[in-house]
């Protein structure tokens, strides 16, 4: 008798694991798990999405062609050179589709974005996990574990669940050490809450340069997070390959309109830019303090810090007491972080509360 059996290498996918939404006892908390803005979304947005209920009736633009041409306007980057899909997570796995499959490699780095390894496997081909540099990208771990059969380098910048940023010249050099053959992915989900200066390059690499894939999302600082828009901008010869397996009608037509509102608001994006650096800044001095208790702060230019506890207090401990606390934070045992806990920054009061309720479990 014989029976039905997936790929083995769909059985080898450990599923993604989200930050969770509720308590044991479903007590209403603040929620600091997935990295949404706490401000929630901008009006625009939200009234542009209320608005597209009476099209309900309608496919949406399969071309998505209003939102490319405003992505185009807002970041100066042609049109016909983007690609969209539900959240950027979407565009990740199309990278992965359109140029990897079994016998080839797909290389990202120690504690990188949990989709990376998901997207790899999904195609059949073999992820390979280059070393970090202290919970940061190492470029050249990475290039040393380049083969003939590598063909997609993923790297987020900043890092996610590390929140560690590299530098341009890190990523320029990054680039020019890989093959023509290997598609290199940026991946800049949270590149909105980056200062000016900090700006890795990454678009006019994706302009000038036939290998490089550029995504984003609206999930994070733009607050669209359940309306599942992302975009990438590359070669339009990457960029056709990755139509070609896209699902047609990927995001309706209310998320579209909520993402092209939430370009123009300009003052929402600057002041959640401003408050979560003065409050990451502040978030990260309370748990250095710490040290004396084995608490140690990453450094982070993205909308969460990842907490390290090396001493006698575990992450898990804590993470079960901020949740009794009213605080939910993401525990990372399954991407080998059992000792950290990557907290969002929330409101002054979520974040100045949280770090109260910290000093409290740890004894300091």
Do not use: C
């Not at 909308?303 to 939910?328: C, P, R």
């Amino acid at each position: 008798m014989t029976t039905l059996v997936a790929k083995p290498w769909i059985l080898d996918i450990a599923p993604y694991v989200p930050g969770r939404s509720t308590t044991d006892d479903g007590r209403k908390v603040a929620k600091l798990s997935s990295n949404e803005n706490p401000f929630g979304t901008p009006d625009v947005a939200r009234a542009a999405y209320v608005e597209s209920a009476m099209m309900l009736e309608r496919y949406p633009d399969a071309s998505a062609a209003d939102l490319r041409d405003a992505l185009s306007a807002h970041y100066g980057v042609e049109a016909d050179r983007i690609i969209y899909g539900t959240g950027s997570d979407e565009v990740l796995h199309l990278a992965a589709g359109a140029f990897a499959g079994q016998g080839d490699e797909i290389i990202y780095v120690r504690y990188g974005f949990a989709v990376y390894d998901i997207a790899a496997r999904r195609v059949g081909a073999t992820p390979v996990v280059a070393p970090d540099r202290d919970y940061a990208t190492d470029v050249d771990a990475i290039l040393a574990r380049v083969t003939d059969r590598t063909r997609v380098v993923f790297v987020a910048n900043p890092n996610n669940p590390t929140g560690t940023h590299t530098a341009r010249s890190e990523i320029a050099r990054l680039h020019a050490g890989l093959p023509r053959d290997v598609l290199l992915v940026l991946d800049q989900a949270y590149t909105e809450y980056l200062n000016p200066e900090d700006d890795d390059g990454g678009l006019e690499l994706a302009r000038t340069q036939p290998n490089v894939l550029v995504t984003r999302t609206f999930s994070k600082i733009f607050g669209l997070a359940s309306a599942r828009v992302g975009w990438g901008y590359a070669a339009p010869e990457v960029i056709d390959a990755m139509h070609r397996i896209r699902a047609p009608f990927s995001f309706p037509i209310g998320s579209q309109k909520a993402a092209i509102a939430a370009l123009g608001a300009a003052d929402f994006v600057e002041h959640s830019r401003a408050h979560n650096a003065e409050w990451r800044g502040w978030f990260a001095e309370q748990v250095n303090a710490m040290g004396n208790k084995g608490l140690r702060a990453v450094p982070s230019k993205a909308n969460f810090v990842l907490v390290l506890f090396e001493g006698d207090v575990s992450a898990e401990t804590a993470y079960k007491g901020l949740m009794a606390a009213g605080y939910i934070v993401r525990w990372l045992p399954g991407q080998g972080l059992p000792h950290g806990l990557r907290i969002t920054i929330g409101t002054e009061e979520e974040i100045t509360g949280l770090a109260a309720a910290l000093r409290a479990i740890v004894g300091a």
